[in-house]
């Protein structure tokens, strides 16, 4: 099960990797794992997605955090969190310096092959 804060919940792999999937084409999606932690039967990415705005055709940058249960090695679980709203759109950590990180910025952002 993949669970998201703006969206119902995803079962299975063919609901998930359809919804991945439609991001991908019809957005330009990509995917930019930032840092990862395991432990035991879980784990923990921090990501960036890049994406284009299909209505301004805008490119975009949004961040999260999943977490993932594994049972007999394989995903049992994906819980993610993502938040954006009229004040912080991406849903960035406010004051937080991304760049001087090394994290994904718009200056990283490129249109995904074959586009």
């Known amino acids: ?7 119902g919940p995803h079962e299975g792999a063919r609901a998930i990797g359809e919804n991945t999937r439609w991001a991908v084409d019809e957005i330009d999606g990509q995917w930019w794992m930032e840092h ?8 923990v990415i921090e990501w960036t997605m890049t994406w284009r705005d299909p209505k301004s055709g805008d490119e975009r940058l949004n961040r999260g955090t999943e977490w993932f249960r594994f049972r007999d090695g394989k995903i ?15 849903g960035d950590l406010l004051g937080f310096d991304f ?4 994290y994904t910025t ?6 995904p092959e074959g586009q």
Do not use: F, Q, V
Request: proline share 2%; aromatic share 10%.
């Open 1 to 7: 099960m993949h669970y998201y804060t703006r969206l």
């Open 36 to 43: 990862g932690i395991a432990a035991g039967d879980e784990a």
């Open 76 to 90: 049992a679980e994906i819980r993610a969190y993502h938040h954006g709203d009229a004040k912080n759109p991406r």
């Open 99 to 102: 760049e001087k990180r090394g």
């Open 106 to 111: 718009m200056d990283d952002w490129r249109a």
